[in-house]
């Protein structure tokens, strides 16, 4: 039987260097895996190209243009909605009856142009983007941004009240899924986990050599959790301590290199980063957003030893008992100085395998997913 499928992402797929990239790739990737003929329409912006990888995935592929934001600003629309609302993208949606994944509320403002008689359309919602924009507002330093941050958070609350409640909606956590519900009333969501290239528990038994912060380091709430690590807590306990990442400022930089225990690994590849997760002795991720699923803390949880972080990295997601939590600087300090000396032992790859096997299983999520699409 010929299943086809056309999935529209909010961003170019590949390369797979953040959190909602991995988790759409990897979904493409599975769904192909099952057998399913993938057409893919995905918006091109960031100078992220249109690379060739994604060729062997899919039978076609759809490139289309973000609107600017003096083409795509509404005042009754969030931008990330108005701007990806392309008639051509309608257009090829309707030359047929095949079903839709869109990726992201992104993607929704398309729905009532969608001839959608016993079609069926699948929503993946990546996070509350209503309480994300929020939270990027909050760590603005911009008031230009900070403004825009504000609106666009208050025009996404207003929209996702909106959505069509016929429809399901894949969350990426159980308290995602609660809140959709019952904060927004789609009543047909379901909890459908982040997909991974990590299917393995791979922590090494024994003793690593340092700690480690890994992230995108361009990302303003990335800059500020390393920030805090070094300020906070790196500055009273001697312990090694790295920090790695993608764009790191100059800022932090010369932060990073003020201590003799303390440095930075800049624009570290794929390979290095799985290499610096897998040798570190504890994986260190606090989080100052508490929206969906941070793909860094499964990669450490998959590859690394002792993980310690936040409240706010692990609500909703189920991972607590895998992890040591910190409410504040002390508390972070007090449980490396524990952790440094403790070896990771295999009791705790056998607890992590219990959380993670079955539910970051990517060939059994994606035909979770298979059932809601046909």
Avoid at 57 to 84: A, D, N, T
Avoid at 286 to 313: Q, W, Y
Wanted: charged content about 20%.
């Amino acid at each position: 039987m010929n299943r086809h499928l056309h999935i529209v992402c909010l961003d170019t797929p590949w390369p797979a260097d953040y959190g909602g990239a991995i988790d759409m790739l990897f979904r493409i990737k599975a769904l192909y895996e099952e057998g399913v003929k993938i057409h893919l329409h995905y918006f091109s912006y960031n100078a992220r190209g249109n690379p060739n990888e994604l060729n062997q995935f899919c039978e076609s592929i759809h490139i289309y243009k973000r609107k600017k934001v003096h083409r795509g600003f509404s005042f009754r629309l969030p931008y990330i909605v108005s701007s990806r609302i392309n008639s051509s993208l309608i257009e090829n949606l309707n030359r047929d009856n095949y079903p839709i994944l869109l990726e992201g509320v992104h993607c929704t403002g398309i729905l009532p142009s969608i001839k959608a008689d016993n079609r069926k359309i699948v929503i993946r919602l990546h996070n509350d983007e209503s309480a994300y924009y929020r939270h990027l507002a909050r760590t603005e330093k911009s008031w230009f941004k900070k403004i825009y941050f504000l609106n666009e958070s208050r025009l996404l609350q207003k929209y996702q009240h909106s959505l069509p409640n016929n429809l399901p909606y894949a969350c990426i956590t159980t308290a995602d899924t609660l809140l959709f519900k019952e904060k927004y009333g789609l009543h047909h969501s379901f909890f459908l986990p982040a997909f991974t290239p990590y299917q393995q528990v791979n922590g090494m038994e024994g003793q690593g050599s340092f700690c480690l912060y890994h992230g995108n380091l361009s990302v303003p709430e990335n800059e500020k959790a390393a920030t805090w690590l070094l300020e906070k807590v790196f500055s009273k306990i001697k312990v090694p301590f790295v920090v790695a990442g993608k764009n790191p400022s100059k800022k932090l930089e010369t932060l990073a290199h003020l201590y003799l225990h303390t440095c930075i690994v800049a624009n570290p590849s794929d390979t290095e980063i799985n290499d610096l997760i897998q040798k570190a002795h504890i994986n260190i991720l606090p989080s100052f957003s508490d929206t969906g699923i941070k793909i860094k803390l499964l990669h450490a949880l998959f590859e690394g030893r002792h993980c310690v972080v936040n409240e706010a990295m692990v609500q909703g997601t189920g991972l607590e008992a895998a992890c040591h939590i910190g409410a504040n600087a002390d508390a972070f300090a007090a449980i490396i100085m524990q952790l440094h000396h403790l070896p990771y032992a295999e009791e705790e790859t056998k607890l992590r395998k219990r959380l993670l096997g079955d539910l970051y299983n990517t060939a059994s999520n994606a035909r979770q997913l298979i059932q809601y699409l046909y």
